[in-house]
Structure formats: structure tokens, C-alpha cells
T-cell receptor, first 114, second 111 residues
Framework: NAGVTQTPKFQVLKTGQSMTLQCAQDMNHEYMSWYRQDPGMGLRLIHYSVGAGITDQGEVPNGYNVSRSTTEDFPLRLLSAAPSQTSVYFCASSYDRGGNQPQHFGDGTRLSIL | GEDVEQSLFLSVREGDSSVINCTYT??????LYWYKQEPGAGLQLLTY?????DMKQDQRLTVLLNKKDKHLSLRIADTQTGDSAIYFCALRATGGFKTIFGAGTRLFVKA
């Protein structure tokens, strides 16, 4: 049982490059989300999905796209990388929106934009 | 908007109790969580409390909620070096999906 798997674990990009951060879960969770973690700022929600084919914006969506074609996968795309997007990115999933259903987090992708 | 505040650092000696504090502004929050993040890893849910509770105890962990002052605390009894990590306070409203996280408190445990 792998839980939430994120790839890659580390990535360095040049300004203007694009890339996709992968997230997959094997728990049949409907809810998936992407956060970024910056020093002293906690986690901020980028995009989330409540099921296959349904996505919505979070707190800081600009510069990022998502899609949810399957229940298992929720990739995050950086369209044109900027230094301000240097951060640690976490994908999370949960069974439903019930508060007693905890979010399961991946181990993160550490992204540096030069 | 909603805001969650935590002190950034806490240092304790091994065997002592640790108390990590959190204050929040959103009065509609129903679920209040404590997550733990170890180096190089994602967040792991430690415990949670409903807003209609004052206290919850789970082994070495005690969560206290003061709704009037909008103050949440996590007490770790007999703190061990393995408890060294970042602890996040987080809130979620009833029926809502969005979870608001604090900036995290880095706990240092000295042997």
C-alpha cells in the first residue's frame, strides 16, 4: 500500500521552462489537492479536485494548471516557471470531505527555479 | 479571512512536557487538527478535535481547546528526541474542503 506517491522528489528548472509534478494515490480517495510550503508561511492550497473530471482553484492558483482524468492521478503543471515558484510542493488526498477523514500527504517535491 | 498563528520555535529537554500553541480567527471552524512533519517527509495527522470539545487525550498527546479565546494547544508528555519535528495547527469548517494551516512550530528536543 503506497499511499500518496509524488515524483520527482527534487527538480531544478530554469526560468521559463515548463514541467509536470506527478501525484498518484492508491487508496481510491475522491479528494486530492496540491499545496506549496514556503518558510514561515505554512501550507497554501494551489488547486484541488473533488473527483475525476472536477477541479477548482485554491488560494494561490496563478501559474499552475491541474487536471483529473482518473481517480488515482492528479498532476500539477507549471506553465512557465518563475523563481517565485521555488518551493516544496505537497500532494494530499482524502476519502471525502468529512472532517474526521484526514488528509494523507505525499513526501513532497522540492523545486528550485533558477 | 481566516488566519492561524503559531510560534515558530520551541526547545525542550528530553523527558519534559512540550506545549505548542495556536491561535485562530475563524469562528466557523469545526475540525481542528495537529499535523507532524519530520525532515524530508510530508505531513502526518497526529490528532484532531471537534469544536464542541474542550479536551482530547491520546496516549502522550493532550489537545486543549479554548473556544472563547480561539486558542488551541498540543501538549506532548515525556518528550523524546523522536518528537523533534515541525508541528502544524490546521482548521476546517463544517462541510468545507479548505483546510487552513498555520506556519508550523519547529520543536527541538535536547538530550
Amino acid at each position: 500500500n503506497a499511499g500518496v506517491t509524488q515524483t520527482p522528489k527534487f527538480q531544478v528548472l530554469k526560468t521559463g521552462q515548463s514541467m509536470t509534478l506527478q501525484c498518484a494515490q492508491d487508496m481510491n480517495h475522491e479528494y486530492m489537492s496540491w499545496y506549496r510550503q514556503d518558510p514561515g508561511m505554512g501550507l497554501r492550497l494551489i488547486h484541488y479536485s473533488v473527483g475525476a473530471g472536477i477541479t477548482d482553484q485554491g488560494e494561490v492558483p496563478n501559474g499552475y494548471n491541474v487536471s483529473r482524468s482518473t481517480t488515482e492521478d492528479f498532476p500539477l503543471r507549471l506553465l512557465s516557471a518563475a523563481p517565485s515558484q521555488t518551493s516544496v510542493y505537497f500532494c494530499a488526498s482524502s476519502y471525502d470531505r468529512g472532517g474526521n477523514q484526514p488528509q494523507h500527504f505525499g513526501d513532497g517535491t522540492r523545486l528550485s527555479i533558477l | 479571512g481566516e488566519d492561524v498563528e503559531q510560534s515558530l520555535f520551541l526547545s525542550v529537554r528530553e523527558g519534559d512536557s512540550s506545549v505548542i500553541n495556536c491561535t485562530y480567527t475563524d469562528s466557523s471552524s469545526t475540525y481542528l487538527y495537529w499535523y507532524k512533519q519530520e525532515p524530508g517527509a510530508g505531513l502526518q495527522l497526529l490528532t484532531y478535535i471537534f469544536s464542541n470539545m474542550d479536551m482530547k487525550q491520546d496516549q502522550r498527546l493532550t489537545v486543549l481547546l479554548n473556544k472563547k479565546d480561539k486558542h488551541l494547544s498540543l501538549r506532548i508528555a515525556d518528550t523524546q528526541t523522536g518528537d523533534s519535528a515541525i508541528y502544524f495547527c490546521a482548521l476546517r469548517a463544517t462541510g468545507g474542503f479548505k483546510t487552513i494551516f498555520g506556519a508550523g512550530t519547529r520543536l527541538f528536543v535536547k538530550a
